[in-house]
Nanobody, 128 residues
Framework: QVQLVESGGGLVQPGGSLTLSCAVS????????IGWFRQAPGKEREGVSC????????LYADSVSGRFTISRDNAKKMVFLQLNNLQPEDTGLYYC?????????????????????WGQGTQVTVSS
């Protein structure tokens, strides 16, 4: 059974950093695309980053490019999202999700209906 479990969220001051983890079970993590999404209070869920199956190519939303870094550890079956220079607008519930598209592309990576399995989310709060 495929399962995704996020962890690593917390409360951080503006300018701070966090590392989110997505533990994947039931499938080889290198065989799927993993996307990270977030949902702020009162807003729709949005895609922030994606790492492609096999070649590990990455994609970032403009709002996080240069501040967030996605990576994958195949042996540990985990995907990480390093969040740097966090700002209050980064506050939200962060989710990881997976699909079997050939790779992450701008046309599909941010489309929630493309993803088959989702984790339960981990809360990130940026506040002074």
């Amino acid at each position: 059974q495929v399962q995704l479990v996020e962890s690593g969220g917390g409360l951080v001051q503006p300018g701070g950093s966090l590392t989110l983890s997505c533990a994947v079970s039931g499938i080889y993590v290198e065989d799927v695309n993993i996307g990270w999404f977030r949902q702020a209070p009162g807003k729709e869920r949005e895609g922030v980053s994606c790492i492609s199956r096999h070649d590990g190519s990455t994609l970032y939303a403009d709002s996080v490019s240069g501040r967030f870094t996605i990576s994958r550890d195949n042996a540990k079956k985990m995907v990480f999202l390093q969040l740097n220079n966090l700002q209050p607008e980064d506050t939200g519930l962060y989710y990881c999700a997976m699909n079997w598209r050939p790779r992450c592309t701008a046309s599909t990576a941010w489309t929630q209906s493309e993803y088959y399995y989702w984790g339960q989310g981990t809360q990130v709060t940026v506040s002074s």
